[in-house]
């Protein structure tokens, strides 16, 4: 389901819902990865099965398959997120390698 504010150069997976006030900038969501009311994904790459909840922010960041970014995170600064990989509600994240 795609309702959310898209622009730029996307690519969005088969399955993959962005809730109608996420946004969306020049990133790749992938297949069944979900995109929660508030959040906004930037020049990022999102693997299968990941998660932005509410509110969150992931910039210039690679997603692993299955990995869940908790409610009012920001991610960024070139972050890597292994597979399965959780960051817990109000994290920040700033150029760090997590493993999965």
């Given at each position: 389901?795609?309702?959310?504010q ?7 997976g ?18 069944g ?38 409610e ?29």
């Amino acid at each position: 389901m795609l309702a959310g504010q898209l622009s730029g150069a996307c690519w969005i997976g088969e399955g993959a819902v962005i809730a109608e006030t996420a946004v969306v900038e020049r990133s790749v969501i992938g297949p069944g990865s979900v995109v929660e009311a508030g959040a906004t994904v930037t020049g990022s790459i999102l693997l299968e099965g990941s998660r932005v909840a509410q509110k969150s922010s992931v910039e210039n960041s690679i997603l692993g398959p299955g990995s869940t970014i908790g409610e009012r995170c920001t991610i960024h600064g070139i972050s890597v997120l292994g597979n399965g990989a959780m960051v817990a509600s109000g994290s920040q994240i700033d150029a760090e390698r997590i493993p999965g």
